[in-house]
């Protein structure tokens, strides 16, 4: 049993890294069926090949030399399953927010009760949406609270209502989305916007951008950035959509905004899926924030002193389960940024859950929309 834990970490870590490269869906979806199967019937083969019993396989492994091979890798999986996966998990379940955070409240916005109804709406999936479990239309609105070395003084105070992964694909309805949005306005009037990616799933639905979109106002400027849905669609009538409700779109480029009287500079990264990547070397001075669809590019952002990096992708992992949290997160790091705030200097990351997904489903994790406030 613990060999088959094992078994199915490294298929679950190997399966998260192989998600987070820009590979066809395709050959995504297949490789996932494989991965399924094999965690199912390679516990099987190992059991009908050379038997389930440990200490008389060591002793047949003395006359039989091939018996090591798969004795190996059962006794490997055996280490990981005993004794790396439980201490991750510990680590994980100690793990604390940062001292960049001064403070955390979230309130829940319940969609499904303020409507009277779940507004499932007509996606491919929509039937997943009525399991009584799936808690995608129970919203968390987070405040955030920010400390950030080198804010300049006239910044303290300043909001940024960060939104990200919509994934218009028909469920949750439009409604909802725009019930969000108006929830976002009710907060007050946000100085910056920062959308991160994964926009749509269909283009059939890039008509409700502006429906959505539109329900926002803010005091100085709203940016977007597309994300790996995005790239598997018409990537180019998402970016025009965005543009017409006003947002200012940094698909791999910079912007320097004015932000009462001095420079942000806000660079987008859409790697590894839109290449190439950011030129950042003929930046002007100044705050550096950095808004990337993947949190995986916190590395670029620690080597080019992004002092603020805003990402989603990862959306919790969508299905959480007790004690062990999150398992499926498309990421070269596995679960490592799955959700929250992480200070590495000179970059504090902050991963949003996001909005939706394109399985309209969640267990134990919340959509997210985040109201950072800087101090
Ligand atoms: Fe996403």
């Given amino acids: 049993m613990i060999a088959w834990v094992g078994h199915g970490y490294w298929l679950m870590v190997t399966l998260n890294m192989i998600y987070s490269r820009p590979f066809h869906r395709s050959f995504l979806r297949t490789l996932r069926k494989i991965y399924g199967l094999f965690l199912v019937i390679g516990p099987l083969a190992f059991g009908i090949l050379v038997g389930f019993d440990l200490l008389a396989n060591i002793d047949r492994a003395a006359g039989e030399p091939w018996v090591w091979g798969p004795l190996g890798y059962m006794l490997a999986c055996a280490v990981l399953g005993g004794v790396w996966f439980p201490l991750v998990t510990l680590w994980r379940l100690t793990r604390r927010n940062p001292a960049a955070v001064l403070e955390e409240k979230t309130t829940m916005f319940d969609v499904e009760v303020e409507l009277g109804r779940r507004p499932v709406g007509d996606g491919k999936h929509k039937h997943v949406a009525e399991w009584s479990f799936n808690g995608i239309f129970q919203v968390e609105f987070t405040t955030l609270r920010l400390k950030l070395p080198d804010l300049p003084p006239a910044w303290r105070g300043l909001t940024i209502l960060h939104l990200s992964d919509l994934h218009l694909f028909g469920t949750p309805d439009l409604i909802h989305y725009q ?9 007050g009037k946000p100085d910056l916007v920062v959308l991160s990616g994964d926009i749509i799933d269909d283009g059939k639905y890039l008509d409700w951008i502006a429906p959505i979109l539109g ?24 970016r025009e959509r965005m543009k017409a409700c006003g947002f200012r779109i940094l698909s791999n480029t910079s912007e320097v905004i004015d932000v009462r009287g001095l420079p942000l500079v806000a660079v987008g990264h859409e790697g590894p899926w839109f290449r190439p990547g950011p030129n950042v070397s003929a930046l002007p001075e100044g705050f550096r924030l950095l808004v990337s669809h993947s949190p995986d590019n916190i590395g670029w952002a620690r080597r080019h002193n992004f002092q603020l990096m805003l990402s989603g992708h ?7 389960i007790p004690v062990v949290g999150s398992m499926f997160v498309p990421s070269w790091h596995s679960r490592k940024y799955d959700m929250g705030t992480f200070d590495e200097p000179p970059t504090v990351l902050h991963v949003n859950r996001g909005i939706a997904g394109k399985e309209p489903i969640r267990f134990r994790c919340p959509p997210q929309i985040t109201r950072i406030v800087l101090e």
């Fill in 215 to 238: 329900e926002l106002s803010w005091n100085i400027a709203a940016v977007a950035i597309l994300g790996n849905h995005d790239w598997w669609q018409d990537a180019d009538a998402v």
């Fill in 314 to 320: 990862n959306h919790g992992g969508q299905i959480r």
């Fill in 179 to 187: 019930m969000l949005m108006r929830r976002c306005m009710a907060d």
